[in-house]
């Protein structure tokens, strides 16, 4: 609940998404429901094992704990994405329940080896934060060309319109902010009506007669050079008068001669 958004507003965007999205579940992966799979194996092992703990060790659990593997396996059978959240719960959990099992059968472990493995963490994560505040910017920028940027920002004039991927919208804007309110598409689902969100199923697998109606109004589009299963890039370079404004081996941008309705 400790979230930028408040205990409230989480509550209601978990409500909204798990409850009545507005998509069908089977078109975005994370929120799908773990129905028992091949790719769900290792979860329901997992709450198999969390059953027996707590079985076995119920008297060493709050109630508390009890209901946070509770809610965490609900969570996380209602959708995909809560997954981890619930193994994360085990993993706190579990060895609390199963504590006398396991403290019959631990060696204790040497106070050197216990020194050991602590100065050897710290000195392992004092070298990668040395590292990381040693590269230069570019390096983690790397997978985000700047001449991209500079494309898209050379062609901008007042009134003009941006439509960029799910990947990228939220860089181009970081790099560029004064596209605020002129930039698409936003990855927040809970925003989109069943409607628009279907749009952008159709627009993704080129569906329809229409599906390139979605960038209507739109004069740049930015889109991944090899995203699959289409990058639709062929598709908006075919239209009269369109033209690349940059493309490398990451990304493409394209201009548009004129806007749509």
């Given at each position: 609940?400790?979230?930028p958004?408040g205990?409230?507003?989480?509550a209601?965007?978990?409500?909204l998404?798990?409850?009545d999205?507005?998509?069908?579940?089977?078109?975005?992966?994370?929120w799908?429901r773990?129905?028992p799979?091949w790719?769900?194996?290792?979860?329901?092992?997992?709450?198999?094992?969390a059953?027996?703990?707590?079985?076995k060790?119920?008297r060493r659990?709050t109630p508390?704990?009890?209901s946070?593997?509770?809610f965490?396996f609900v969570?996380a059978?209602?959708?995909?994405r809560?997954i981890p959240?619930?193994?994360l719960?085990?993993l706190?959990?579990?060895?609390?329940?199963?504590?006398p099992?396991?403290?019959?059968?631990t060696?204790?472990?040497?106070r050197?080896?216990?020194r050991?493995?602590s100065?050897g963490?710290?000195?392992?994560l004092?070298?990668v934060?040395?590292?990381?505040?040693a590269?230069?910017?570019s390096?983690?920028?790397?997978?985000?060309?700047g001449g991209?940027?500079?494309?898209?920002?050379?062609s901008l004039e007042p009134?003009t319109?941006?439509f960029?991927?799910?990947?990228?919208?939220?860089w181009?804007l970081w790099?560029?902010p004064?596209?605020?309110g002129?930039?698409a598409?936003d990855?927040r689902?809970?925003?989109?009506?069943?409607e628009t969100?279907?749009?952008?199923?159709?627009f993704?697998?080129?569906q329809g007669?229409?599906?390139?109606?979605?960038a209507?109004?739109?004069q740049?589009?930015i889109?991944?050079t090899?995203?699959?299963?289409?990058?639709h890039?062929d598709?908006?370079l075919?239209e009269?008068g369109?033209r690349?404004?940059?493309a490398?081996?990451?990304?493409?941008?394209?201009l548009?001669?004129a806007?749509g309705?």
């Open positions: 609940l400790a979230t958004l205990p409230l507003d989480n209601r965007y978990y409500h998404l798990l409850i999205p507005p998509f069908g579940r089977e078109l975005v992966t994370e799908r773990s129905d799979s790719d769900t194996l290792v979860f329901y092992l997992l709450a198999a094992l059953l027996l703990a707590v079985a060790g119920r659990l508390f704990d009890m946070a593997l509770v965490t969570g059978v209602l959708a995909i809560g959240w619930f193994a719960s085990c706190v959990l579990v060895p609390v329940a199963l504590g099992l396991l403290e019959e059968r060696k204790r472990v040497p050197a080896l216990d050991a493995l100065y963490a710290i000195a392992i004092a070298l934060a040395i590292l990381a505040l590269r230069d910017d390096w983690y920028l790397k997978n985000w060309p991209a940027v500079a494309a898209v920002r050379d009134e319109r941006v960029a991927t799910s990947r990228d919208a939220d181009i790099r560029i004064e596209l605020r002129r930039l598409y990855v689902f809970e925003i989109y009506d069943r969100f279907e749009r952008i199923v159709r993704r697998g080129e007669d229409d599906w390139k109606s979605l209507d109004g739109y740049v589009v889109f991944e090899h995203q699959e299963p289409s990058s890039i598709d908006f075919a009269p369109a690349p404004l940059y490398d081996e990451r990304i493409t941008v394209v548009r001669p806007l309705p």
